[in-house]
T-cell receptor, first 115, second 112 residues
Framework: AQTVTQSQPEMSVQEAETVTLSCTYD???????LFWYKQPPSRQMILVIR??????QNATENRFSVNFQKAAKSFSLKISDSQLGDAAMYFC????????????FGTGTSLTVIP | NAGVTQTPKFQVLKTGQSMTLQCAQD?????MSWYRQDPGMGLRLIHY???????DQGEVPNGYNVSRSTTEDFPLRLLSAAPSQTSVYFC???????????FGSGTRLTVV
């Protein structure tokens, strides 16, 4: 089974600064999807950004961007110009394109934004 | 524009009781799944379905049953609640086996 590792249980960032959350994964497959989800205190899981493994270009969504290193099996999330509303738990997730029936989630990184 | 609707949002059960967590989606998604979220463990798959009439077990299926009689509904049944089932439960759906999930708002279940 695939595994997803988030080695930073907690991170903090000053408002307006940039922070990078780390994620590594283990797979023998070559075609898959990677995701970052945000879970604020409301508990709702919100899709932040996704990356398709066959695309070399890193995905970007407004202030959120990823650094996808396929050979290193690394998928980090960069948040620029951090805002108070970015404070949340962030989960990295993997989905196989071949099977597609399961997401594998990391254990999450709790992000605090300091005013 | 309801998306994925889960009920109830909160529930307290006594050990040994049974109950059903409801999940419905109005997006005509084929894939539906149930996850549980425990502190320090991320989200773990309980059961999933790739279409009406088709279900399968995930990583932590023991103590839970599912059925998928319609595309819209995917209820999760706890047969005999145990304190180890205290958790937050999420239902999620996706149009196909590709792309991201849409999640429900979760159910916080406490078994005493």
């Amino acid at each position: 089974a695939q595994t997803v590792t988030q080695s930073q249980p907690e991170m903090s960032v000053q408002e307006a600064e940039t922070v990078t959350l780390s994620c590594t994964y283990d797979t023998s497959e070559s075609d898959y999807y990677l995701f970052w989800y945000k879970q604020p205190p409301s508990r709702q899981m919100i899709l932040v950004i996704r990356q398709e493994a066959y695309k070399q270009q890193n995905a970007t969504e407004n202030r959120f961007s990823v650094n996808f290193q396929k050979a290193a099996k690394s998928f980090s999330l960069k948040i620029s110009d951090s805002q108070l509303g970015d404070a949340a738990m962030y989960f990295c997730a993997y989905r196989s394109r071949r099977t597609g029936n399961q997401f594998y989630f990391g254990t999450g990184t709790s992000l605090t934004v300091i005013p | 524009n309801a998306g994925v609707t889960q009920t109830p949002k909160f529930q307290v059960l006594k050990t040994g009781q049974s109950m059903t967590l409801q999940c419905a989606q109005d997006m005509n998604h084929e894939y539906m799944s149930w996850y549980r979220q425990d502190p320090g463990m991320g989200l773990r798959l309980i059961h999933y379905s790739v279409g009406a009439g088709i279900t399968d077990q995930g990583e932590v299926p023991n103590g839970y049953n599912v059925s998928r009689s319609t595309t819209e509904d995917f209820p999760l049944r706890l047969l005999s609640a145990a304190p180890s089932q205290t958790s937050v439960y999420f239902c999620a759906s996706s149009e196909t086996g590709l792309g991201g999930y849409t999640f429900g708002s979760g159910t916080r279940l406490t078994v005493v």
